[in-house]
């Protein structure tokens, strides 16, 4: 049973910045992604990448101020959020799976984690 454990939310004010972290432990490699969901919002991707790292997709409102990566051979995975605005609130979560598809819908990962809180104060 895969599991996907995320670390590092927070809160930060407007500007500020905060680094997630997801590790899995899967044996395989994974494309993984993370989304966020804000209250009573549908949860939407926020960026992915792929299996090798040498790929990564955003969601338009967080280009150019969060950056995700991935640790060499590894499932760990990170979002370095910067440039922090309240819109940005919202429980992060991490997804993971083998196949690669369509990187912004949730239906294509199998595995999640349970989420972190961020929170943006102004």
């Known amino acids: 049973h895969v599991q996907l454990v995320e670390s590092g939310g927070g809160s930060a004010q407007v500007g500020g910045s905060l680094r997630l972290s997801c590790s899995a432990s899967?044996?395989?490699?994974?494309?993984m992604a993370w989304f966020r969901q804000a209250p009573r919002q549908k949860r939407e991707a926020v960026a992915a990448?792929?299996?090798?790292?040498?790929?990564?997709m955003y969601h338009d409102s967080v280009k150019g101020r969060f950056t995700i990566s991935r640790e060499s051979g590894k499932n760990t995975v990170h979002l370095q959020m910067n440039s922090l605005m309240p819109e940005d609130s919202g429980v992060y979560y991490c997804?993971?799976?083998?196949?690669?598809?369509?990187?912004?819908?949730?239906?294509?990962?199998?595995?999640w984690g349970r989420g972190t809180q961020v929170t943006v104060s102004s």
């Open positions: 997804a993971g799976d083998r196949s690669y598809g369509a990187w912004y819908m949730e239906s294509q990962y199998k595995y």
């Open positions: 899967a044996d395989a490699l994974m494309y």
């Open positions: 990448i792929t299996t090798g790292g040498s790929s990564t």
